[in-house]
Structure formats: C-alpha cells, structure tokens
C-alpha cells in the first residue's frame, strides 16, 4: 500500500497475485493456475464498478477508478489522479512449473516481481518453514537451487524484482547477492525484536542495505511478538520493528507490507482504511514527512524503478486497463 493520505478516496494498493502451494488443481499445470489467476483479477478489476454498489470492495474503494499499474510513474500517476493502482505479482516461484520460459509469460502478463517461495522449499530455494508435511528436510538446497539463480538472472533480464520474504536465510543472502539489482523483502520483520524463522536478522538486514534493497515490516502478528494475537499489539509494536530497522540500515531501507490476505493486522490497523493511524505514530518518534513518504512506498518504488532500468530485454509491458469511475 502506498502513500495513504487522509481520505480513503485516493488510497493506492498494492494487490498481489499469489500462487501458493496449496492451491493445485488436478489436471492444470502450475503455470497455467497462475496466469489464470492473473487474467481473472486482471479482468475483476476492468469489472470492478460494473458489479453491484453494495460490493464491500466497490464500497471501499469508491468513487476512484482502478488500474493495472506496471511501473513506477504510472503506479504515481494513479496516486496523484485518487486511483487505485493494482500491481500484479507472483507469490511462490513454483509457480513457474520449473521452466525458466514462464518468467516472460509472467512478464507479458505485466508482473513486477516473484516471491521466490513460501512456506515449503521449492525448486528455487529453500523456504524459512520447512513443509514437514510434504517430507521437506531442514535444507533442500544449501540456498538457492542452480534454476533459481537461472531464474534471478532472467528476472533481472526482465525488471522484475526478487522478493526474499519466506527464503530461508542462506536462499535470501544468496539472493541479494546473485541479484543485479536491489532485492525486496514484501512482507517480513525484524527478528532481533522477534525471533521467529520468517523475520530476518541483523545480518540479512545489512545485506539489504549492502545491495540497495528495501525490508517492509508485516503486520502478522506472530512476526511482531512470538505467538500474539491481532488483538493482543497495536501500532507500538509495529513502529518498534520499523524503528530497529531504519536505525540499523538507514531509512531508505525499510518500508511497510501489510500481508492483510496473510493474516496481516494490528489493533488500530486491520484493514487498510485504517493507515492513516500508522502516519499520525511515526511522527512521534521523529519521523518527517519525508521519511514517511519513503516508508509508504517511496522505497519500494526506488527498487521497482532500479529494476526497471537494469532490464536487458526489452521494457515493461505496456498498457493499463482502467475501470469506469464509480461516480460517472
């Protein structure tokens, strides 16, 4: 989510595509399931305002239009204009069906980046939670699998950006390091506050850094204080973990990833009509306007565009698809 303002008219999020283990269909391939994913949201939001007044999506995001967002200036036209920028990305690298010629499938289809995986290792890399119930051992891979450092080349060739968010420790330091351009963590925190696998620690925070990427602090629970409940923290507890992370690597690294589809939320901050809450905290502890712009966004569209302009093969496909506005 970018740059909240104060009226939930001019609200810009980021909706991600997720392609999650979970999620097979007997008879349709892994690639085919995601693209198809993508093409149905893609042609939800052409629909979005065509649908019934009553629908709590059109609710919330009325009167704004909506549209597909592939790069950085359109994604800050989109805020600018009071529209809702959708960016489509791929959550799980095996998404890809382990053929590296998916990835510009995923391109033409105008995704920004791909979470290398989730919960489970894949053929990428290995995963922080290993999926004992699909027999994976502790380490599949020692890191990054040779096809995934295929697929982060080929990322790279694309401008789309890696997310480490869910990588094992080894398969994030890998990452960053492999990667030409800055890497992103979507949706993780600061394990030095809560040690729990998904966050990351010093080290993976200073590589961050080191290579020019961004950590956006979730707001799952568990990720902020070991075993809480939504309704068991609030904002503080958040602020603590961009707090230790803006003053371990500098404010132009850390940003937010509210994961609300995953289980995100906060006391004061379950759903994103509520961010505003987070911009009148951070200003008590010091944060400006300025800083605050880089957290909501500012940082995470630093990464996109460095990933944009390091692609080798062509720029980012073309085109947004815009709704009717609500109100016309």
């Known amino acids: 989510m970018f740059l909240p303002p104060e009226r939930r008219r001019a609200i810009t999020a980021l909706y ?44 919330a995001l009325a009167p704004a239009a909506a549209a597909f967002s592939l790069e950085p200036r359109e994604i800050e036209a989109a805020h600018r204009d009071g529209v809702v ?14 053929e590296i010629e998916t ?11 791909i979470t290398l995986t989730h919960n ?20 599949e891979h020692g890191g990054l699998s040779a096809f995934g450092r295929q697929v982060i080349a080929r990322m790279n060739a694309l401008g789309m950006l890696v997310d480490v968010s869910h990588a094992a420790k080894r398969s994030m330091m890998q990452a960053a390091m ?3 351009t800055p890497v992103v963590a979507t949706h993780s925190c600061a394990r030095a506050l809560c040690d729990h696998p998904r966050n990351l620690d010093d080290e993976q925070l200073r590589m961050l850094r080191d290579t020019g990427g961004v950590a ?15 309704a068991e923290i609030g904002l503080n507890i958040l602020a603590d973990h961009i707090d230790h992370v803006a003053n371990l690597i500098g404010i132009d690294h850390v940003g937010i990833g509210t994961d609300f589809d995953g289980g995100g939320g906060v006391a004061g901050f379950m759903n994103a009509s509520e961010a505003p809450a987070v911009t009148r ?48």
């Open 281 to 328: 905290e951070l200003p008590r502890r010091g944060y400006d306007r300025a800083a605050l712009a880089k957290i909501w966004g500012g940082n995470f569209l630093r990464v996109l565009r460095a990933a944009e302009n390091a692609a080798t093969d062509g720029p980012v496909p073309a085109g947004r698809i815009e709704t009717a506005n609500a109100s016309a």
């Open 103 to 113: 990835l510009d499938q995923f391109a033409a289809q105008g995704v920004r980046y």
């Open 16 to 59: 991600a595509f997720c392609r999650e283990v979970d999620d097979a269909v007997d008879g349709v391939s892994e690639p085919q399931l995601a693209r198809a994913k993508l093409d149905w949201w893609r042609a939800e939001v052409a629909n979005l305002y065509a649908g019934s007044p009553q629908h709590p999506v059109t609710r």
């Open 216 to 230: 956006q602090i979730t707001l799952v629970s568990a990720f902020l204080r070991r075993g809480a409940k939504p």
């Open 85 to 98: 920028a959708v960016v489509p990305v791929v959550e799980n690298g095996s998404a890809l069906g382990g």
């Open 120 to 139: 489970g290792h894949n053929d990428l890399a290995d995963a922080a939670i290993p999926r004992r119930d699909l027999g994976d051992p502790e380490s």
């Open 178 to 180: 492999h990667s030409a």
